[in-house]
DNA sequence: TGTACATCAGTGAACGCGCGTTCACTGATGTAC
DNA sequence: TGTACATCAGTGAACGCGCGTTCACTGATGTAC
């Protein structure tokens, strides 16, 4: 496809301008993986052909392809961990800030298909990459969500126990969603997952509450 | 590895034995498959080396890559739903059934990752191989929890509601724990995911229910 | 019992492919004098 | 203002690799006469 019709030839960069065919190779990157679905499926070739550049130019701006996706995907992270927190922004009280955040989160994941794989379905080896493993999108999630349901907890709101552990229990009703309606939807499509969100998100949070709603 | 180490060639089947190295491929693509976790890292090559015999040889009896890997599932893929019936014998009562479902089933997904991963992940392109969609095993597991449920609705244990979408919110928690261990855990030691199982059960039978325990 | 023959499981060599990556290079851009 | 030069973004060709798959073949096994 987007190898079969090759870019034209874009003009060589001005001096110090070497990071704008970065940026669109991370673009180009970005909307490849978003196309295929998978990190394998995206060759530097076809990344390269997109910008209208030949492939040895890559490594000029990464190290390797590994680096390149990882790049991509640490942008759409940042964004993520701030869609979370934004979520709880006029939110009062733990059920309606975990309710926020279960919408967010899934949300993400539905908007960012490729990336999500990526990031959570360990198609990039991410350790060693990162210094620090609570900065990784699952900790930080994690993190997230433990802090809302730790809040939840003191206020009785919802059952005492261990808040990261109900918080795991969460974060599995959420990544299991997306990760059904990423792979099973087109496969199973009799089955109207997209049509059982909110049901979902009812669930997820009466699964952590002290009295029913 | 098991590449490097070639087999001992195996003497040649007797007449009409020919599906003992039919078997033996199974077997062998089943191991392999566990070991590298995905059906990109096992090839054709590497299995028909584990048998001791040469690549073309899997021709004899498979038509394609594809057609192995799919049968190396099919026969897991009974046993998986075996697992699930066999789940309910003397378990009285919606709320135990489905605490013993979902047991059934993430314990089959920790025990079969690579199996796990091929069904549920979409690695292995299944449409058209399979005549009715709803013998697939998302359908199928899913078939199970929704009968479950809607036992349970109709005993008025649990909320009243789509026993598909109920059933769905319960398939995504224990789909999202399976993936969560089988990607996360050695990324993320520090979260103890595994330790996490009883109280994900326990939050996601509370989530349907009518009244809280 | 012995021999010619059909069957069929498995082989060896090769195919074309796409991949990530390297390496010596080109040629435009900017700088120093 | 003009020229020699350093810089550096990007190129072209090739590397070695592993892959799924094909094809003409070999040679052991069993059968018919």
């Given at each position: 496809m987007s190898e079969a019709t090759?870019?034209?030839?874009?003009?060589?960069?001005?001096?110090?301008?070497?990071?704008?065919?970065?940026?669109?190779?991370?673009?180009?990157?970005?909307?490849?993986?978003?196309?295929?679905?998978?990190?394998?499926?995206?060759?530097?070739?076809?990344?390269?052909?997109?910008?209208?550049?030949?492939?040895?130019?890559?490594?000029?701006?990464?190290?390797?392809?590994?680096?390149?996706?990882?790049?991509?995907?640490?942008?759409?992270?940042?964004?993520?961990?701030?869609?979370?927190?934004?979520?709880?922004?006029?939110?009062?009280?733990?059920?309606?800030?975990?309710d926020a955040l279960g919408r967010a989160y899934i949300a993400w994941g539905l908007e960012h298909p490729a990336q999500y794989r990526i990031l959570f379905t360990g198609q990039v080896d991410v350790r060693g990459r990162v210094e620090d493993p609570t900065t990784l999108p699952g900790s930080m999630a994690l993190q997230v969500l433990i802090d809302v349901v730790d809040r939840g907890m003191a206020e009785g709101v919802f059952a005492p126990g261990d808040p990261s552990r109900a918080a795991t229990a969460l974060w599995a009703t959420v990544h299991g969603y997306v990760s059904l309606v990423l792979t099973e939807d087109e496969h199973l499509p009799h089955l109207d997952l997209r049509g059982a969100l909110d049901v979902v998100l009812l669930a997820a949070v009466r699964g952590v509450l002290a009295q029913p709603v």
């Open positions: 090759p870019q034209p030839r874009r003009g060589r960069a001005r001096r110090g301008e070497g990071d704008l065919l970065r940026d669109d190779l991370l673009d180009a990157a970005e909307k490849l993986l978003a196309e295929r679905g998978s990190a394998k499926a995206v060759s530097i070739r076809a990344i390269a052909n997109a910008v209208g550049v030949t492939p040895p130019s890559v490594y000029l701006h990464f190290a390797d392809k590994d680096d390149l996706l990882f790049e991509v995907c640490s942008r759409r992270f940042i964004e993520f961990g701030a869609a979370l927190v934004a979520a709880l922004e006029g939110r009062e009280g733990p059920v309606s800030q975990l």
